[in-house]
């Protein structure tokens, strides 16, 4: 058991009967009153994120959880495909429990997070940035920089990512997978 000091990103708890995933976590302090942990929870077996208050000490029941290396292989639709960096096994996963889709390519190697009581996969969890090509946006037109002004493109996943005009197709560029946005342009 822990209780709500505990509490931090990535941490997997089991709460009303399913195991979630705290995504985003604030601990308030209110000048009347008792304190609180404001918290986001994501389901790692539907997905869905919910809204949820801790009051200061409450106990929560944590997930003991074992992190394991894979690479990303393939999808079929809204299933995709990994393979064991040491032992060479192949799993499939759901969509859902995959933080952003959209920016995994072909050969990533990825963390994924198991249930130590039975062994099963709870969710993947992408490194912090990843490179991309940009495969179509259209030219910037130069006198339309009175401030940062950006333009749609389309990257090598199929992702589409707002980045400054200067980035042009073929540019490989590094981009934040928790918010889904460009970072920088790549360095070769």
Avoid: W
């Avoid at 942990?37 to 539907?46: D, E």
């Avoid at 037109?141 to 005009?165: H, S």
């Avoid at 918010?179 to 360095?187: C, F, L, Q």
Wanted: with cysteine; hydrophobic share 35%.
């Amino acid at each position: 058991m822990a209780n709500t000091s505990d509490i931090r990103k990535g941490l997997c708890i089991k709460y009303n009967h399913d195991i979630y995933k705290i995504v985003e976590f604030l601990h308030v302090k209110p000048g009347k009153g008792p304190a609180f942990v404001r918290t986001k929870l994501k389901s790692v077996t539907t997905g869905k994120v919910i809204d949820n208050t801790f009051s200061a000490g409450h106990k929560i029941e944590d997930v003991r959880v074992e992190t394991r290396s894979y690479q990303y292989l393939y999808d079929e639709g809204d299933t995709f495909h990994f393979m064991n960096t040491d032992d060479y096994n192949q799993i499939s996963l759901q969509k859902s429990s995959l933080d952003a889709p959209d920016l995994l390519k072909e050969g990533e190697i990825v963390t994924i997070l198991f249930n130590t009581e039975d062994s099963l996969p709870l969710s993947v969890e992408m490194p912090a940035s990843v490179i991309l090509e940009v495969t179509h946006t259209e030219p910037g037109v130069k006198g339309n920089t009175a401030t940062n002004a950006t333009k749609p493109a389309t990257v090598e996943t199929g992702a589409r990512i707002n980045v400054p005009l200067f980035i042009n197709e073929g540019d490989k560029i590094k981009v934040d997978t928790e918010k889904g946005a460009y970072m920088e342009r790549a360095k070769e």
